[in-house]
């Protein structure tokens, strides 16, 4: 008989006291680490609902993984494979990942490179872009301020820098007339380069219609977490941004790329503000299921310490199980 073996740990680490979730500041990031063995080979996974995003609580999520370990525990003794149908989308997306890094399914090597993540100054995105190889890619969260503000700035940046894309997200914060004030600010010529806009209307036929008035490509975000969404090519539709922690497991997340591919849209893989450990298996998924596409990850920086894994060229540093922001889980 093989042998098994798991932990399960609890970090808390201090973020950026700018970071404002929907309407509530984060201050610290908490989540949850699984490690599970077998035989020689370990798995690790994060387990972190985001809070105000995540329909489930930390508590309900550590709940419910202690549960699915001790089953998978005692799976072995029969041979079973233990479903993770029905679990929590961050429950299942940690685990799954646990299970992938155990079988060695997920690849080591990772897709570093990320797009810029601009909150409102410009002027941040001129020196990480400087520094981009090949496409350069930035995105502006907009809807936040002026409509017209949204659109002056991002016409203004691929104004000065002619190889610039640009990926905005208005998480539905438009009216369509706000919308349109955005949209007037940014010229025609512009446009194509803009690779799309985040659900620029509350509601989807709203930001298609906003699309086919502008010419500005969109892409699906919180639509792909929506019970009746399904996968279709659409005009003016570019992508779909899958952010795993939110959506559910590794093999979840394959089958949404292979239909968005299918479709001829692009996939992105996006950060719901994990770990290090988190972000560098994202990282790995993004290489392993959509190469060639510039993943959504740059949010490493909003932490002040990384955690067991470090991403590649961050000097943030890295703590240990050691560490008093980490605490193993009594499991029983
Ligand atoms: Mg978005």
Redesign the pocket.
Known sequence: MTTRSYNLYRYSIPVDSQLILRNRFLKRREGLLVRIQCKDSEGWGEIAPLPEFSEETLEMAEKQTALWLKKWDEARANNEKLSLDGLYPSVAFGLSCALAELKGTLGEQGNYQVAPLCYGDPDELYEPLNKMQGEKVAKIKVGMYEANRDGLIADMLLEAIPDLHLRL?A?RSWTPAKAAMFAKYVKPEHRSRIQFL??PCKTRDESRQFAQETGIAIAW??SVREADFVVQAEPNVAAI?IKPTLVGSLQKCVDLIEQAHACGMKAVI?SSIESSLGLTQLARIAQQYTPNVTAGLDTLNLMEHQILRAWQGSDLPVIDLNSELIEEVALN
């Open positions: 997200d998480n985040e659900e975000d919180e941004v996006s």
